[in-house]
């Protein structure tokens, strides 16, 4: 895989859209076919996501990776997936992971039950894109105390509005409850979508892509 890596980081950089890409290299058999992809978060400005996509590519092709036949990465900005098998447009459940605040919130009530409306609210929105669009989506609530809570949902652009929602309302209904629910923020990463939410506004106000 070590050869793909840099193969794709070169087929990446010549190419114009930093937003998602996916793409496919040809290895002299079958088996040394090798299907990549990258997406930044929707609010990322292209040069930051170039710049996360070449830091995580990079951190895939280091000795640890390499020899891998499959290799996902999460950053901040961007994720990096790459296998041997043909994954594009297909929901992945697993592998996830979860990021939680170590902060409780002290509405615990109130907190909850705006924290999975809000959520829902922002994985609908994100979901509605049809299928080669950004699946992109925050929403802000307001909550007791002059507070606020922020909410980010992404799914890759490969999936079907209905995967993207399977994929989100996993996220939401089953990791969250069990994770993360009354923290003051968390993030749930999934091969094909992500979530977050937060006290503070954590993304970009310039959601220019968000139209497209
Ligand atoms: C990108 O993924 C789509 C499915 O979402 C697939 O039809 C297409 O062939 C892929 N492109 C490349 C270059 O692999
Ligand atoms: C990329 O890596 C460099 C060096 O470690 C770091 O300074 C920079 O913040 C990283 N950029 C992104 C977008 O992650
Ligand atoms: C969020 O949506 C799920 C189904 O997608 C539903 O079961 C749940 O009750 C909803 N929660 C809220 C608070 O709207």
């Not at 996509?53 to 990776?65: E, G, R």
């Not at 041997?84 to 297909?90: A, D, M, Q, V």
């Not at 924290?115 to 929403?139: H, W």
């Not at 979508?193 to 106000?205: A, H, K, Q, T, V």
Request: proline share 4%; charged share 20%; glycine share 6%.
């Amino acid at each position: 895989m070590a050869s793909f890596l840099k193969l794709f980081i070169m087929i990446m950089f010549t190419n114009n859209n930093f937003e998602f890409y996916n793409t496919t290299i040809s290895g002299t058999t079958a088996d040394d076919t090798a299907y990549g992809m990258f997406m930044c978060r929707g609010d990322t400005p292209s040069d930051l996501c170039g710049e996360c996509v070449q830091n995580a590519t990079l951190t895939l092709s280091n000795k640890d990776c390499n020899s891998s036949i499959e290799g996902l990465i999460w950053y901040d900005q961007c994720m990096v997936r790459y296998s041997n098998t043909y994954f594009f447009s297909k929901l992945a459940k697993e592998p996830f992971k979860e990021y939680v605040s170590p902060t409780k919130q002290i509405y615990q009530g109130t907190f909850n039950r705006t924290l999975f409306e809000t959520l829902n609210k922002t994985a609908e929105e994100a979901a509605k894109a049809p299928i080669g669009k950004m699946k992109f989506a925050t929403e802000e609530a307001d909550l007791p105390v002059f507070q606020k809570l922020y909410c980010l949902a992404q799914c890759t652009p490969d999936l079907s509005i209905q995967d993207c929602r399977s994929c989100l309302n996993l996220s939401i209904n089953g990791n969250i409850p069990r994770c993360c629910a009354g923290r003051e923020g968390a993030r749930v990463l999934y091969p094909n979508c992500m979530i977050r939410f937060e006290l503070y506004p954590f993304y970009g106000s310039q959601l220019q892509h968000q139209q497209v």
